[in-house]
T-cell receptor, first 114, second 112 residues
Framework: AQSVTQLGSHVSVSEGALVLLRCNYS??????LFWYVQYPNQGLQLLLK??????LVKGINGFEAEFKKSETSFHLTKPSAHMSDAAEYFC????????????FGTGTRLLVSP | EADIYQTPRYLVIGTGKKITLECSQT?????MYWYQQDPGMELHLIHY???????EKGDLSSESTVSRIRTEHFPLTLESARPSHTSQYLC???????????FGEGSWLTVV
């Protein structure tokens, strides 16, 4: 079975500081990995995805993530936080075969202070 | 990007009432999903569909039911709502050969 662990339910940064949101996965087959962002009272928006191509994936809004198979990790980073980045971030994994079903982590709330 | 429309966005309803949450999409995607998300928690898959006349139960047991009579519609029904059904319900779609799942804005259900 697949699973995702997101370390830290809350992460606080200052505006302009580095953002690092951690995600570790477990999968018995080569995974697809995703980061979604959720703003209050809204659905999920895809930030970026890893689908077995380049291990460093660039997404929207200046975010990027690196797939590290040896560490089973897919951490999300952004060099400089902006106030508008404050939201809930979800890491998700799906099998690289057949029907796509996402398994989500518990989410990390990013707080950005002036 | 998929255009996914969920109605109602917010619903407060009494215990025992029947409710249907509507989900429609305009991109012709075969795969559709319903996820349930309690406040501040992760999402859990409760139903999915490969296409017309296909419905499957997801990883989290749910008393809701779904139907897929048309490609673009995937409504979710609760025959008798209970306070334990209070949650956010998110509809999603996926392309036939793609690996990305797109989400609607969600329906917030409160059962009092």
């Amino acid at each position: 079975a697949q699973s995702v662990t997101q370390l830290g339910s809350h992460v606080s940064v200052s505006e302009g500081a580095l953002v690092l949101l951690r995600c570790n996965y477990s999968s018995s087959v080569p995974p697809y990995l995703f980061w979604y962002v959720q703003y209050p009272n809204q659905g999920l928006q895809l930030l970026l995805k890893y689908t077995s191509a380049a291990t460093l994936v660039k997404g929207i809004n200046g975010f990027e993530a690196e797939f590290k198979k040896s560490e089973t990790s897919f951490h999300l980073t952004k060099p400089s936080a902006h106030m508008s980045d404050a939201a809930e971030y979800f890491c998700a994994v799906s099998e690289n075969t057949g029907f796509q079903k996402l398994v989500f982590g518990t989410g990390t709330r990013l707080l950005v202070s002036p | 990007e998929a255009d996914i429309y969920q109605t109602p966005r917010y619903l407060v309803i009494g215990t025992g009432k029947k409710i249907t949450l509507e989900c429609s999409q305009t991109m012709g995607h075969d795969k559709m999903y319903w996820y349930q998300q309690d406040p501040g928690m992760e999402l859990h898959l409760i139903h999915y569909s490969y296409g017309v006349n296909s419905t499957e139960k997801g990883d989290l047991s749910s008393e809701s039911t779904v139907s897929r009579i048309r490609t673009e519609h995937f409504p979710l029904t609760l025959e008798s709502a209970r306070p334990s059904h209070t949650s956010q319900y998110l509809c999603a779609t996926g392309q036939p050969s793609g690996n990305t799942i797109y989400f609607g804005e969600g329906s917030w259900l409160t059962v009092v």
